[in-house]
């Protein structure tokens, strides 16, 4: 008995023109689209219809993916999305699991895609435009040169610790009133983007112009020459 594929596909940080070809062409040749929240709330799929308005009416199918910090509670929405995701794969169906950015990059697709493997089913991971890259070019910079260490970070835990580290430092999902502290404590400068490549993007050039409360999606970076 023949069963589908799940494709873990990356849409970018935000910009639908970043969808990549390869994305457009599965996720318009596919059964289903998987997204890790409710439709209402999924920038995801706003990003995919922004870029495909013609797949508005595609078949959708809901995998809640709680921000948690409870690992009780983050393993059993992985379980339950993996079994959901298995019983469309047992039909045949093609199945692409949209994320934001890259899904090989902090994203939820990791957690699913273990457990869809290890049932027997086949998997295909397509890169995206990582956040952090589109943060860079949105601000006109490059993020290492010649021999620059480039460190990837999520939030801002040890970040005292984070900004010693040579090279550039790139504090994703970050908690922005501790690293404004340590980057104080430490005398370096911070810049940043929140909402890169949407209408809400704002870009922060220096580490005063990044306020305290900026949201989840707010990307920031330490740059040693700075």
Do not use: W
Request: glycine residues 8%.
């Amino acid at each position: 008995m023949s069963k589908g594929t799940l494709y873990g596909v990356g849409v970018g940080s935000g910009d639908p023109e970043l969808l990549t070809l390869k994305a457009a062409r599965l996720l318009r040749d596919c059964d289903i689209i998987a997204i890790p929240q409710k439709k209402d709330r999924c920038f995801a799929l706003r990003i995919v219809l922004d870029a495909l308005p013609e797949l508005a009416d595609k078949s959708l199918l809901e995998i809640v993916m709680p921000m948690t910090r409870d690992k009780d509670a983050r393993e059993r929405a992985h379980q339950k999305g993996a079994a959901a995701l298995a019983e469309q794969l047992d039909k045949d169906l093609n199945v692409v699991y949209i994320t934001l950015g890259d899904p090989t990059i902090y994203s939820t697709y990791g957690y699913l895609q273990r457990r869809i493997q290890e049932m027997g089913y086949e998997t295909e991971t397509v890169p995206g435009v990582p956040s952090f890259c589109a943060a860079a070019a949105a601000l006109d910079i490059s993020l290492c040169e010649d021999r620059d260490e480039l460190h990837l970070l999520p939030g801002g835990i040890n970040a005292d610790q984070a900004l010693a580290y040579p090279g550039t430092k790139v504090f994703m999902k970050g908690e922005i009133p501790v690293l404004l502290d340590a980057a104080k404590n430490a005398g370096q400068t911070l810049i940043g983007v929140q909402n890169c490549g949407t209408e809400a993007e704002e870009l922060y050039h220096s580490t005063e112009e990044i306020p305290a409360d900026a949201g989840y999606y707010t990307l920031i970076i330490a740059k040693e020459n700075n």
